[in-house]
């Protein structure tokens, strides 16, 4: 039960002091200069998600200007997002923190950051224009209660309470919120981790950490879910791109099997068969040279060394040595090496997770509720989330901007 003296009313209420709700809150008092805003942060500092993304250089968004091929980067929220993104994007994403004199780059990779390579210039940049438009930020307001009547939101915090006509939810992956929606009606996917990497313990890995195979194939063993990209050997497993993409879209696959299964890697991308032909025509090439010591299809040294001496071939046998039998072995390591799983790490210090208010709960012409007039929802508190390389930013930024535009009304 919520009582309610000594309240402060506000035009619109930002529950949530990350990206999504400063670029919402910001918005629109840029739309509606007369609006009255407020940020309600549960904790005592703000944007501390931007703070580290991108290992602390925050990849802003990602190079990718066609709406649709955008949304395939979302395991969860590609149909919803579509509209969205035609209606705000990348290049305006780009724009924005451009007018506002923080330059920004586009990476060989597409990922987008400042181009001064610090997540600071983006926190800058929102606490100026935050103070510019005059909006409040209350830290250490934690909301314990929502109610809704007589077409006002009121909510209560650890410390006040608040009335207002427009309140928008912008927490990100925050069961304590999750659990208040679901009490007002509103359905709540159970979040999972999404972009993780696998953690492996094989004795092909152990010595080479840090090592990169530029363009693999992955695929999880008695599943259809597949990836390519580059892979890393870290200290504890794989990582990298593919694996990420792979962590993303089988997070409810990987997450009912516990993180324990085994995947498939093509190293080079060939089939057995041609890498089999290939080796052949290898071992013809250069007879006298040491298998070991002569690695092959651009892979690097060290991973090379680590797969032949998988394949059981003695250190100093030369390509004229070579058998079929060894060969086979050899192609078998190239195309088609199994890893077992065995648990996850989260990426770097970022966590996203796939979850959060049932889709179809929400108008994504404008971000709003289904259930409920004025109630609106910006960024990763919905059950959508991507692949690394700035596309949950993105998300962030335009259901904040689309939200802005009816919150501002």
Request: glycine letters at 6%; charged letters at 20%.
């Amino acid at each position: 039960m919520l009582y309610f003296y000594n309240v402060n009313n506000y035009d619109v209420l930002i529950v949530g002091g990350g990206a999504a709700g400063f670029f919402a809150a910001i918005n629109t008092a840029i739309q509606n200069p007369k609006l009255k805003i407020a940020i309600l942060e549960r904790g005592s500092n703000v944007l501390s998600k931007v703070k580290i993304s991108g290992g602390g250089r925050c990849n802003v968004t990602h190079a990718e200007f066609i709406p649709n091929e955008l949304v395939l980067n979302y395991p969860r929220g590609e149909k919803e997002l579509r509209g969205p993104f035609h209606n705000y994007m990348t290049g305006d994403t780009m724009q924005w923190f451009e007018d506002r004199g923080v330059p920004l780059k586009i990476e060989d990779d597409g990922r987008v950051f400042p181009v001064s390579n610090s997540s600071q210039t983006i926190i800058d940049c929102f606490l100026e224009e935050i103070k510019k438009h005059q909006i409040d930020v209350l830290l250490n307001h934690s909301v314990q209660g929502i109610k809704y009547e007589n077409d006002t939101w009121k909510l209560e915090t650890t410390k006040e309470f608040f009335r207002t006509p427009k309140l928008l939810i912008a927490t990100g992956s925050n069961p304590k919120i999750w659990k208040l929606l679901e009490s007002l009606g509103h359905q709540v996917i159970a979040p999972v981790p999404s972009l993780f990497t696998f953690n492996i313990i094989d004795t092909r890995l152990k010595t080479i950490p840090g090592v990169v195979a530029t363009d693999v194939h992955i695929s999880v063993v008695n599943s259809t879910l597949e990836s390519e990209g580059p892979l890393l050997v870290t200290h504890s497993g794989l990582s990298a791109p593919s694996i990420l993409k792979l962590s993303a879209y089988g997070a409810l696959e990987l997450a009912e099997r516990q993180y324990k299964f085994q995947i498939k890697v093509n190293f080079i991308k060939l089939d057995f068969s041609e890498c089999l032909e290939r080796l052949l025509e290898i071992k013809t090439a250069f007879p006298r040279k040491t298998i070991l010591k002569s690695s092959q299809f651009e892979l690097p040294k060290r991973l090379w060394e680590q797969l032949v001496m998988a394949s059981k071939i003695p250190m100093h046998l030369r390509w004229a040595e070579v058998n079929k039998l060894q060969l086979q072995a050899l192609a078998s390591q190239l195309t088609e090496a199994v890893f077992s799983v065995d648990g996850k790490s989260t990426f770097k210090e970022e966590f996203v997770t796939a979850g959060g208010v049932e889709l179809k709960e929400v108008n994504f012409k404008t971000f709003e509720s289904k259930h409920f007039k004025n109630l609106y929802f910006a960024g990763e508190v919905l059950n959508i989330d991507a692949v690394t390389g700035g596309f949950n930013f993105q998300n962030a930024w335009t259901s904040a901007f689309i939200a802005a535009q009816h919150l501002s009304k």
